[in-house]
């Protein structure tokens, strides 16, 4: 017989809820801030070909930092979503929302890796591996609330929600593909991500499967 699942409702435990959206919040803002630290300008490479090419050497960690940035604000725009229309918790949506959490604080670390040696094959699986595994325990919490009763969302969005983070990963998981032919072309295909947020393509492509 399956372990019956101990829910507290939102409104009666108010309290306990906002320490945990509090919680989170602060986990992606303290992950936003650290990306800007792999940014940096080294006074002897100043001191041998002048400020102007010292920024220009930085390109790779300005487009990693741009990146890293918008990824994972759009991860804490749909964390928020998710959690505004949460009516219940338990300790097990705790623990998935502390796993995921744990893949967002490791973006800075790959970001930088990313920066550093973004021609290299380990740097572009390292990201895109991180990115994966972001997007998919994400997908598994949502899912996990809504199979359990925690959440208010409809059946529909939640099957829109499962095509665009499968979408979304499967673009991380190609770049790996094409990383090992040429790791420098890779990133490239990050930009499939804009057909997901572009002409409902979401959003058609559920309706077309499910009607």
């Not at 487009?63 to 097990?92: C, N, P, T």
């Not at 593909?177 to 572009?198: H, Q």
């Amino acid at each position: 017989m399956a372990h019956e699942r101990e829910l507290k409702k939102r409104e009666e435990n108010e309290l306990e809820f906002g320490r945990i959206v509090a919680f989170s919040d602060g986990v992606f803002s303290i992950a936003i801030t650290l990306l800007v630290l792999a940014i940096g300008v080294d006074n002897k490479e100043v001191l041998q070909v002048g400020l102007g090419q010292a920024l220009l050497n930085q390109h790779e960690a300005l487009l990693a930092y741009a990146i890293s940035f918008a990824v994972i604000g759009r991860f804490w725009v749909i964390h928020h979503g998710f959690f505004g229309e949460v009516k219940a918790f338990d300790s097990r949506l705790i623990a998935l929302n502390m796993l995921y959490l744990g893949w967002i604080v490791l973006i800075p670390f790959s970001s930088q890796v990313l920066g550093e040696y973004g021609g290299q094959l380990p740097a572009v699986v390292l990201y895109s591996a991180n990115l994966t595994g972001v997007v998919l325990i994400g997908q598994w919490m949502r899912w996990d609330a809504h199979q359990a009763g925690l959440t208010e969302r409809d059946e529909m969005t939640g099957r829109e929600d499962l095509i665009s983070s499968l979408f979304i990963a499967g673009v991380f998981l190609l770049s790996i593909v094409v990383a090992l032919w040429d790791a420098s072309v890779a990133p490239f295909t990050w930009f499939l991500l804009f057909i997901e947020g572009r002409g409902h393509f979401v959003e058609r492509f559920t309706h077309r499967i499910w009607g």
